[in-house]
């Protein structure tokens, strides 16, 4: 470690080193997977000295033989402290693994006493082989993974950070990495990078065009205002001689890439180099570092920006700063996930694992609707309130249909409908039957009904009165008259009905599916539900034809044998009475009186008998609590267990609530 640094330099405070350990805690909780966490990444293409960076910042000899990467994150927690040094290396698995890899990948765990004693590249080839990963004693397998290799350093570091190191971003594809391996890695630091709360390090080597790195394009993707990137740049020392000046602009924040938080120039060692800095000593390698800055090329520079000691500064004050901003608002947005968390286990409903739990839902929840429906039905909208709207109020929506369906038959229920009322003219008993028939008939294409005059009524009930003669006298009209003008009138009533019964039915339905969504919220006891009405569908339709009122029988005195002083007065007039005329206006005048009755108790049979009997009176026990407890546990299990998928959702919101509620008084710690 490097050790000349002044005492202030080199030990944070004890408050940094508290909120570290206080993020370092939430991510072991798993908050992380909750809400993004404060932290510092480093991101670059590969071969751009990003090991010897990690390397100089923590102690820790890393790999950097070109071409060569690791293929999952390392997060790197450095704590000062006066206690003898410790190293422990596990694994995090990623949220998504199964707990059979889970428990595999947590039991991994190795603890050293020195740093020289860790070999990094023995650590780096286990782990992916536990992780699964192809190239790590394996061939087949993923190319890059999720997890994360966690090392701790406890002891004397000088130096209290936490940093994340992502595998090196491929540019192409080639003959060792194919397009399978760059789009993984290039997805896993997107879900770094994309985190409002991560301060991007980004590494850029000077002898490359930035604008050919991926990292800056990556950069400027998820931070295209620059304002949480850091520019690290390496190599300089491979750059062509005299084109220094580029490098310096850059690093001086005005070249064309420009940075809120600016740019570090770092000279590590060479890839040839093949002894760690550790075992070269820091010291050793800063003041070669120094040493290469002070020639005249890289005059301009800004001192305070140069070097490994700066940057560890830098970034010790940027981290506490950045943590210190973002913990109120990690603190609400976790308050609201937790609320948000809690409402969405709340509307799952209590768990149902028994069938005495589904037998107790069921009351619940069937009391609850049966109530509803009972209030529905007697107009009582005051007490649910916040569910009757004006499309809610059933009894309200009922009556205005029979009230439109009343006035439909009354209007429109018979088949002719006498329009005007001329007067007779010439005796039509002279009409022949063929003259009766080709009358013209006005046809309402709406309604389906036929218009006709007074004339071409009577000439219709001409045509069937001399259809159903029998043995009466010429002024009476036989009894079967009445029945067969009735059944040529009430010819329409069934289909206005039925297209009547239609309206109510798909209106008490869909009232019902808005009361059973508010009542009950489980998706999966409706279609039990939906069954139950489909019976009721049925029955209804099976009682419109009794709905129906018979034909006047033999007992009705419409037809009369006629008034004896009527008829004398006429022969005084000189008048000759037609009396199959007679008998015609009379049958007419009975068939108008006896429909007005008939057509009321129609309308009346459809609404009580069909719609208040068949559709509205069963509404209340088909959601009967009483019909719950007569259910058999078989019968309850089948109706009422909870989907797989359902206790799945209950469990991960459970979980997901708990853990947030530990972050939470993590977070109320030391305030």
């Not at 930035?210 to 990137?229: C, F, L, M, W, Y």
Request: charged residues 25%.
């Amino acid at each position: 470690m490097d050790t000349s640094e002044g005492p202030k330099f080199q030990l944070a405070t004890e408050e940094i080193c508290s909120r570290l350990n206080q993020i370092d805690k939430l991510r072991a909780i798993g908050v992380g997977g909750c809400v993004s966490l404060p932290q510092l990444v480093v991101c670059g293409d590969q071969s751009t000295g990003k090991s010897s960076i990690l390397e100089r910042l923590s102690g820790i000899s890393f790999p950097r033989k070109d071409g060569l990467c690791t293929r999952f994150a390392t997060e790197i927690v450095l704590r000062h402290s006066n206690t003898p040094l410790v190293v422990v290396v596990t694994i995090r698995p990623h949220a998504s693994r199964d707990s059979t890899s889970r428990r595999a990948l947590e039991a991994f765990k190795k603890t050293f006493s020195t740093l020289d004693s860790m070999h990094l590249p023995d650590i780096i080839e286990e782990a992916g082989s536990l992780m699964g990963l192809r190239g790590y004693g394996a061939d087949e397998g993923k190319a890059f993974s999720l997890d994360l290799l966690h090392i701790r350093v406890t002891g004397s570091t000088s130096l209290h950070l936490t940093i994340v190191d992502l595998p090196g971003l491929i540019a192409v594809q080639n003959d060792e990495q194919t397009q399978d391996d760059v789009n993984p890695v290039h997805s896993l630091a997107d879900t770094y990078l994309k985190s409002p709360r991560t301060i991007i390090l980004a590494v850029i080597q000077a002898s490359n065009d930035i604008a050919n790195q991926s990292v800056k394009q990556k950069a400027k993707t998820h931070d295209p205002e620059g304002i949480r990137t850091v520019g690290i740049i390496t190599k300089p020392d491979l750059i062509n001689p005299g084109t220094e000046s580029r490098i310096v602009q850059l690093a001086n924040n005005e070249g064309n890439v420009r940075l809120n938080l600016g740019f570090f120039l770092l000279k590590n060692l060479a890839p040839s180099n093949t002894i760690p800095t550790s075992s070269l000593g820091p010291e050793k390698v800063n003041k070669k570092e120094r040493s290469f800055f002070k020639q005249p090329a890289w005059e301009g520079l800004d001192p305070d920006r140069i070097g490994i000691t700066n940057m560890k500064k830098f970034l010790r004050n940027l981290l506490q700063d950045h943590i210190e901003r973002e913990i109120p608002s990690i603190k609400d947005e976790l308050r609201k996930k937790l609320a948000h968390a809690e409402s969405e286990y709340q509307a799952l409903g209590k768990p149902r694992k028994t069938a005495q739990d589904i037998r107790t839902f069921l009351i619940e929840r069937n009391m609850a609707l049966h109530q509803l429906i009972q209030n529905a039905l007697s107009g009582n909208y005051l007490s649910g309130s916040a569910f009757f709207s004006d499309n809610t109020r059933l009894r309200a929506m009922i009556h205005q249909e029979n009230m439109a369906f009343a006035e439909e038959m009354r209007t429109s229920g018979g088949k002719r409908k006498i329009t005007s009322s001329s007067s007779q003219g010439p005796d039509s008993s002279n009409k022949t039957l063929a003259t009766i028939k080709s009358a013209t008939e006005e046809v309402d294409p709406e309604q389906g009904q036929l218009r006709v005059t007074h004339h071409q009524m009577m000439d219709w009930v001409k045509e069937v009165h001399s259809r159903t003669r029998g043995l009466e006298l010429s002024r009476n009209f036989n009894h079967g008259l009445l029945a067969e003008f009735h059944r040529c009138q009430a010819s329409r009533w069934i289909s206005i009905a039925e297209v009547h019964l239609g309206k109510v039915l798909a209106l008490t339905q869909s009232w019902l599916r808005q009361a059973v969504n508010t009542t009950i919220h489980d998706e999966d006891l409706r279609p039990n539900i939906k069954a139950r009405l489909d019976v009721q569908s049925r029955a209804l339709w099976k009682a419109v034809d009794r709905a129906q009122p018979e034909p006047p029988g033999r007992n009705y005195s419409y037809g009369s044998g006629g008034d004896p002083n009527e008829i004398l007065a006429a022969f005084e007039r000189n008048i000759t009475v037609n009396m199959d005329n007679h008998a015609c206006e009379e049958a007419l005048a009975a068939l108008q009186a006896y429909c007005k009755v008939a057509l009321k108790t129609f309308v009346d049979n459809v609404c009580k008998q069909v719609i208040e009997r068949h559709i509205l009176a069963p509404l209340p026990a088909i959601f009967s609590p009483a019909a719950v407890s007569e259910l058999s546990e078989e019968e309850l299990l089948r109706i009422g267990r909870e989907p797989a998928k359902k206790q799945g959702a209950r469990q991960r919101l459970a979980a997901r609530a708990e853990i947030m509620r530990k972050g939470l008084l993590e977070l109320e710690k030391n305030m």
